[in-house]
């Protein structure tokens, strides 16, 4: 390239001092202005606009949402379909039911056995783990897991569930969405070859007629909703839910006390004034609560 010399002057050849120099200010004149713009459009507030509905924890997601889409998994892919269509990320969301019982929404379908709702999440960024995988008859992943951690087959699920009780949910056939039961049977037998994936809950026996004098309503503080209320779960299970609403499964150790649902730290103790129940108590790690019957 040909460089035109400047009449009546020395010719310039630009030194690399000199671009560099010339470079840096010249970008500086150019982007100094755009980022005292964008600066301003990004913290300038509008004005006259209302205060936007902002959710009490945010910026974690709203906890109705989270609650809802979990439940919602074990048996309503319409309703999972609305609320992680706009927000896929509840794909992935976990849910404490009460006293450290998590569950997450592919936990949900895996346990009742929906390969319709798990392969919806699971299509939506959701993470399977062995109790999904022993719902979907996957026996190579479920070996490969077991042989990698050894023991790992005793370990629970969401409410105490085992894994070889996934792998029998896995059993159940939802319209449109064919099971491959030689393949399903394959993984049961394994599991029960192993002989501790369905170690269960100690639950000692109890009529029926004794289970009646425990339901109720058992208040322990003030408000609305300070209290718990003891039901007859479809299992025809004792449970123990929030105020008005059914929870986890209550497992009999005998003399009025119980496990809650898959969380061992957790006992539930009724006492009686005579012949009646007249109070619960709850106990874990740091609190001990009583709750008396109204």
């Known amino acids: 390239m040909k460089i035109e010399s400047i009449p009546n002057s020395m010719p310039f050849t630009p030194s690399r001092r000199t671009f560099l120099n010339s470079s840096v200010f010249g970008l500086l004149a150019v982007s100094l202005p ?4 964008a600066n301003a459009a990004i913290y300038r507030q509008p004005t006259g606009l209302p205060t936007p509905d902002i959710p009490e924890n945010f910026p974690s997601l709203p906890d109705e949402s989270v609650r809802s889409v979990v439940g919602a998994s074990h048996s309503n892919l319409d309703r999972v379909r609305e609320l992680v269509e706009p927000r896929p990320e509840l794909a992935r969301a976990c849910w404490d039911w009460a006293f450290g019982d998590f569950e997450t929404a592919l936990g949900a379908a895996s346990h009742v056995g929906r ?55 896995g059993m159940r056939e939802v319209e449109g969405v064919p099971v491959d039961t030689t393949r399903q049977q394959r993984l049961i037998d394994y599991l029960e070859a192993l002989g501790d994936a369905d170690p269960g809950w100690p639950d000692a026996p109890m009529g029926e007629a004794e289970k009646e004098k425990y339901l109720g309503d058992y208040k322990y503080g003030p408000g609305e909703a300070d209290g718990f209320s003891v039901r007859l779960n479809m299992r025809k299970m004792l449970s123990l839910g929030r105020l008005g609403a059914f929870g986890g499964g209550l497992y009999y150790r005998g003399n009025h006390a119980f496990v809650y649902n898959g969380t061992p730290s957790v006992t539930v103790t009724f006492q009686l004034e005579g012949e009646s129940v007249g109070s619960l108590t709850v106990e874990e790690p740091g609190l001990r609560l009583v709750a008396n019957r109204i």
């Not at 755009?34 to 713009?37: A, D, G, T």
């Open 115 to 169: 390969r319709d709702i798990a392969a919806y999440l699971m299509g939506k960024g959701a993470r399977p783990n062995i109790f999904t995988y022993a719902m979907l008859g996957a026996l190579e992943a479920v070996r490969a897991m077991i042989e990698a951690t050894p023991g790992i087959q005793r370990v629970y699920g969401p409410h105490g569930i085992s894994l070889l009780s996934h792998a029998k949910a």
């Open 34 to 37: 755009n980022i005292q713009y």
